[in-house]
């Protein structure tokens, strides 16, 4: 009699799982029907530098249907190869852990395939070697080393292609800049990409390249540098150019590297003016300000909203944490270090949040 009933209330949830799932397909068809190879096309491939919002999962299963059949129809054309590889890197941005890196290797594999098919096109080279990058962390030292190599070669084969090639030369930039001695890394040559940035025609590099000689200026703690450059780069036009951005690094270097407050302070708070109500960076830098001034109890709101719309963000969950500490709220804070710890282990942070832990543990 148990097992009956049982299979009672178990068979109605298989079925409407099944049902939903069933939908689910369906509704994936019905948008793939929908959608020709070039209109799939339109939808996934992004420019180097774009920063529009990525297609929704079931636009993406939808895409991916579609340019499947027509890869398979036109198995030589490097245009499907290279929309393919665009799912498969959108794909991975929207998952985490292992099919985030499933995902990687995939869209690796195909960005090399549509690179082969049409080797003088400078955008394949360019996320070939975004998608050689992206790829570091998942695998070994060995393959880390040879992935490096590969993601500069093919960052240099698209400036060779095209020498005004903005996101190609940034990308070569990072690499310079962040890479070791012993592994081609060298400042000087960063600069160098920053440089000729700024010389592109039409200024089309030109807010690229403050923000590649901003961020030097920073690794070499030249700070008046770095702020000249920053500021520059909010009024500067070229392509993907972001006042916000520039104000947001320009905040977050003076406050996180160079450690001063006083002289982020006037970049925050002209960040939070001009960025909108819903933005998580203002929302922070306005807690940090009010956090740093000593008025917690403005700032734990702020801190709060960013948390609960993303669960990740480290620096308001340290935020939070301590004003909650301040407060007197300590129950709460135990519990925000205690999440700080679990989600941070590696943070420098981590080891203080472990002794706020020990300190509050009695309270």
């Given amino acids: 009699m148990l097992l009956l009933q049982a299979a009672l209330i178990v068979r109605p949830a298989i079925a409407a799982v099944l049902a939903a799932l069933l939908m689910l397909a369906t509704a994936s068809a019905a948008v793939a029907g929908d959608l020709t190879p070039d209109a799939a096309y339109a939808l996934v491939v992004r420019a180097p530098l774009a920063r529009g919002p990525l297609p929704k999962p079931d636009e993406l299963a939808a895409a991916r249907t579609v340019l499947t059949a027509q890869a398979a129809r036109e198995p030589k054309s490097a245009r499907w190869a290279y929309a393919l590889a665009h799912v498969a890197n959108a794909e991975a941005e929207q998952s985490q852990a292992e099919p985030a890196a499933t995902k990687r290797k995939e869209a690796l594999e195909r960005f090399e395939h549509a690179a082969q098919l ?151 708070e002209r960040y939070v003016r001009a960025a909108p109500a819903d933005d998580l960076t203002a929302l922070y830098f306005d807690g940090e300000v009010k956090r740093r001034q000593g008025h917690c109890v403005d700032a734990l709101p702020r801190y709060d909203q960013v948390i609960a719309k993303f669960a990740g963000a480290r620096g308001s969950r340290w935020g939070a944490a301590v004003c909650r500490e301040q407060l007197g709220r300590n129950a709460e804070a135990r519990r925000d270090y205690e999440e700080y710890a679990r989600r941070f282990p590696e943070d420098d942070r981590a080891k203080e949040a472990k002794a706020a832990i020990k300190r509050l543990a009695g309270s």
Avoid: C
């Fill in 118 to 268: 049409q080797p003088g096109n400078p955008d394949y080279q360019f996320w070939l070697a975004s998608a050689s990058f992206d790829r570091v962390d998942d695998v070994g030292m060995l393959s880390k080393m040879s992935l490096a190599a590969d993601g500069r070669k093919a960052f240099e084969t698209a400036i060779a292609l095209d020498p005004g090639h903005v996101a190609a030369r940034v990308g070569l930039a990072q690499f310079l800049a962040n890479a070791p001695g012993i592994a081609g890394g060298s400042l000087e040559k960063a600069k160098a990409q920053g440089n000729a940035l700024l010389a592109l025609p039409g200024k089309r590099g030109e807010f690229q390249g403050r923000m590649v000689l901003a961020g030097i200026a920073a690794r070499e703690e030249n700070w008046v540098e770095m702020s000249k450059q920053f500021t520059a780069a909010e009024t500067a036009p070229g392509e993907g150019a972001d006042p916000l951005g520039a104000l947001r690094s320009h905040a977050s270097l003076l406050l996180n590297r160079k450690k001063d407050l006083q002289a982020a302070m006037p970049v925050m």
